[in-house]
């Protein structure tokens, strides 16, 4: 556990502070936006090479345990405090294997930072970092508490709208919404490292071996990542069954 907490700490000093020369002091401004969209959009715009295409966000990647099992996870509602506009009321559910659990929880953005020099002026770009923690149904099977740090990457257009930021989208290593931290059994106490993000995992080495993009070290494509490597083009799908259960709605109630 003890080094679980010093990874996070890195990790929340590297998302924080690793530009300082070439950020700005958000927060005082982030109380006035609402990022909840952010976390929950279907689709987002992106630009190339001066086209404006709209892309549908695909579902977080994410994985428990050493071992990288595959882990779920959907935010079904985000709702900024009215009383205090730096946390987020989320309800969601998760999966692993086919044991779905209902959650409910707060994330809390610490802090929000711009960057001096954008992507694409005069947009401007910047990001938010914080905490979460989640509490499973504890009347469910399997559940725990979801706890750690995050961060979301987000632009401001010239009329003050801000946006998912996926300006970067084709490039390679592009990630947003990364998640970092532990899951801990009610039952047993024990903890698990838990980790999912847009894209890409953060601290998935030993899992992502892609260069410019997601993929799944071979040695743990049995531990719930075959359908998404082969719906990807890993692999044969002749009648398209990987690829119907990659794109499942788990998280809606049959």
């Known amino acids: 556990m003890k080094q679980t907490l010093i990874i996070i700490g890195l990790f929340v000093s590297g998302l924080a502070f690793g530009q300082e020369s070439k950020i700005d002091n958000f927060l005082t401004e982030i109380q006035k936006y609402d990022i909840s969209d952010l976390l929950t959009l279907k689709k987002f715009q992106t630009e190339f090479e001066g086209d404006t295409t709209?892309?549908?966000?695909?579902?977080?990647?994410?994985?428990?345990?050493?071992?990288?099992?595959?882990?779920?996870?959907?935010?079904?509602?985000?709702?900024?405090?009215?009383?205090?506009?730096?946390?987020?009321?989320?309800?969601?559910k998760s999966r692993v294997k086919t044991n779905i659990c209902s959650f409910q929880g707060i994330i809390t953005i610490k802090n929000a930072k711009t960057y001096l020099e954008s992507d694409l002026p005069p947009l401007r770009q910047g990001f938010v970092t914080g905490d979460y923690e989640f509490f499973e149904d504890s009347d469910q099977k399997g559940t725990g508490i979801f706890k750690g740090v995050f961060k979301t990457n987000y632009y401001i257009d010239t009329k003050g709208k801000i946006y998912y930021d996926a300006l970067n989208f084709v490039a390679d290593g592009y990630k947003n919404n990364q998640f970092q931290g532990t899951w801990t059994s009610y039952k047993s106490e024990d903890s698990k490292k838990c980790n999912w993000g847009d894209y890409r995992i953060p601290d998935s080495q030993g899992l992502d071996i892609g260069a410019g993009e997601f993929s799944v070290n071979e040695k743990y494509v049995s531990n719930g990542w075959l359908t998404y490597m082969t719906a990807n083009g890993i692999g044969t799908d002749m009648n398209g069954e990987m690829k119907k259960a990659e794109n499942e709605k788990w998280w809606i109630e049959k």
């Open 54 to 92: 709209e892309i549908e966000r695909m579902e977080p990647l994410g994985f428990i345990g050493d071992n990288y099992q595959r882990f779920y996870i959907h935010f079904i509602s985000v709702i900024q405090n009215p009383n205090n506009t730096l946390e987020y009321f989320v309800y969601g």
